[in-house]
C-alpha cells in the first residue's frame, strides 16, 4: 500500500489535478462524427456492408449508420473483428467475429436517403490506437454506392484526424487503409468518442537487491511493466529503503503493451551489520492518474549484506626504468581468493587465483602508461569497482656503449684504453668475463689483460643499462734467445741468430737482419753488450742481451768483477734511478732507445757520481733498452714503463 504524506500544497495539487482529469474525461465522453458523402448517384442493395477502421487515437465506437434499400421492419447486426479484413467477409463468431450490436428497426427512408441508427446505446467496439479492425453491418437489404465493377468511387477512404475509414470491392470489403481490391462505398457514418483510457503501469519485482547483497554502493534495479491500453511513455517511479524516502526516479522511453523492462532507479550504500528493507511503486504513468493500484507497488524484506573486498594501493605513482618491470602493490581484504582486472586502456588484464591479502600486480610498459582498475572479486562474489587509476612512468635507460681508444688490441705490459658513454652524474661499474673488477669505477678503464669487458651505466635517478661486450686481445711479447754470455779470442768472431718468423730486426750493432756477426772491429774488446730487439706480427716487441769478453787470456776475466750496474725502480712509471759500483770513475752516457730501435732518450752522469736519476714519464708505456758507456766498458738493461 502506497503511504501518501499530507502537505498543503500536495492536496491542492492532487486536488488540480483530479479536476483536470475530470474534465478531460467529460470531453472524451462526447460523441464525434466521420461521414461518408452520401447521397451517391446509382448504388445497389446487400445484406452486408463490410470495412476497416485504423485508429489513430484510442476511440470507442458507439453508433452506426447506414442507409436501407427497403423500410420493411428488418434486424440489423453490427460486428467486428480485432484484425484487418483482406478477403471476402465469412461473419460468424467462428470466424472471430464479435456480435457487438442487435437492433430491429423499421427504416424511414428507402433507397439512397436518410441514414437511419441501426444501433442502441449498448454499442461499445473499443479500438486501442494504432490498431486496425474489420467492422461489417448485416441485413436484410442495405444500400451501397457505386458498382461492383472495379472502377473506383472517389474518395473510397474517408478520415479525420482520429480515424481512417475505408470501402473496397464487394461492397466495401477488402483490402488495406491504403490498398483497397474494388472499391464500393458505404453509405453512412459513425460515431466515436475520444478514450483516454486509464494508464496502468506496475512494478514486477526488484531484480537488484536480490536477497543477499554485497556492501557498498549498489544499484536498484526494478521491472517496469505496461499494463495500460497504450504505449507508455513516462512514469515516475517512488522508492524508499527502510521506510525513508529516496530521490524518485522519473523514467520515460517507449515501452509497448505488455512489455517488461529493467529500470535502475538509482543506487543505495549498503552497509554490513544492518537490515533493509526496499519498497517501491509507480505513480502517473503518462502523466495521468494510474487508477489501477494491485500492481504497483513491489517490496523486499530481509536483506543480507555480505562485506564486499577492498583494495588500498601503496601508491598511484610508480616510477620504472625502460625494460624493467613494474611493481603494483596493494593491499587486499575479503575472502580469498581474489580475482583482479587491471586496464591499460586498451586492454584489460585479469590477475586471478590471488590468496595473499599482500599482493603486487606486474606490468611491464615500454612507455609512460596510465592503469585503471576494473574491478576487484573475491570468493563470495563480491566486487570492489571504486576506481582506482595507477600511473607508471617509465623514465629511460642511460646509454651504455664501450669505446675502444684505439685499437682494443695490445702487447704485453701496455693496457688498452676503454671509455664507456658520458652522462652528467653518471655512476659506472666494469665487469671482465661477467666479474666485477674490484675499483674500477671511473668513465674510463685501461685493460691490461685479454677478455671480454662490459661496462654498467647507472643514471642519476638508478636506471641502469649493461653494454654489449667489447673484447680485448693482450698479445703475448715475442722470445728471442742470444745464448749464455761468452769469453772470445781477440781474432775471433761469433755468430748470433736473433730466430726466424718476426717482421723486424734491430741490433746493437746497427744490422736489421735474423743474423749478425759479432767481433772486435765492431764491438772493441774487452767486455761488449750485445743486444737485438725483433718485432712480431702483432707489433710487439722482445728482446735479449748477450755480454761477450775479448781477451788474449780466456781464462781470465779482464773486466773488473765489481762494475755493477741497479736500476730501480724496473719497472717504473717514469722516474727510476741508476747506481754504480765505486770502479766507474769516469764520465757514464745513458742512452733509452725503444722497441723500433729510435734513441728516445739520452742522460751523462757526471764523473766520479755513483748514481744518475731518469726521468721518463714523457715516454709511452712499453719496454726499452737502457744502454749505458764509460770509456770501453758499456752495459745495456731492459728497463719497463707502465701506465696507471
Known sequence: MKKLYSHPSLLLSLTLLWFGLLSSFSASAQLQYLTTVPPLAGGNGSSIAAFNVKALKTIRIREVYCTFSSTSSQTTLVWYKTDSLNASPSISAANGWVQASSYTHSPATTGIGTMVICSDTSLNILIPQGAVYAIAVTGASITYSGSSSTAPTTPYIFSDTNLYMNMNSFCGWGGTISSPINYRSFNGKLGYQIVNLATDAGLQSFQEPSDTVCSGIQPVIVGLKNHGPNTLQNVAINWSVNNIPQTPYLWSGNLPVGNTLPVQIGTFQFNTGT???????????????????????????????????????????FNICSGDTAHITMTLTGTSPWSLIISDGTNNIPYNNITTPSYSANVVP???????????????????????????????APPAVITPQGSPAACLGDSVTMMASVGLNFTYVW???????PGAQLYVLHAKEGGNYTVQVTSPIGCKKLSAPQLVTIHPLPVVNLGNDTVLLLNKNLQLNAGAGFTGYFWSTGATGQFVTIDTANTGTGVQTVWVIVTDNNGCVGSDTLKINFTNNPGMEEAPSDLAVRVSPNPTTGITEIGFSDA??????????????????????????????????????????????????????????IKE
Open 584 to 641: 766507474l770513475s769516469g764520465q757514464v752516457l745513458c742512452e733509452i732507445y725503444s722497441q723500433d730501435g729510435r734513441k728516445v732518450h739520452e742522460a751523462k752522469g757526471e764523473p766520479g757520481n755513483r748514481q744518475l736519476r731518469l726521468d721518463l714519464s714523457h715516454l709511452a708505456a712499453g719496454q726499452y733498452l737502457l744502454k749505458l758507456t764509460s770509456g770501453t766498458w758499456s752495459s745495456t738493461e731492459k728497463l719497463l714503463i
Open 366 to 396: 615500454l612507455a609512460t602508461a596510465t592503469y585503471t582498475l576494473v574491478s576487484l572479486t573475491d570468493a563470495t562474489g563480491c566486487q570492489f569497482t571504486e576506481p582506482q587509476t595507477i600511473q607508471v612512468l617509465v623514465n629511460p
Open 431 to 437: 665487469f671482465k668475463d661477467g666479474v666485477q673488477i
Open 275 to 317: 537490515s533493509y528493507s526496499v519498497q517501491a511503486y509507480t505513480s502517473l504513468p503518462n502523466n495521468v492518474a494510474d487508477t489501477v493500484h494491485s500492481n504497483d507497488t513491489i517490496l523486499k524484506t530481509g536483506i543480507i549484506v555480505k562485506p564486499s573486498p577492498t583494495l588500498t594501493l601503496s601508491a598511484n605513482t
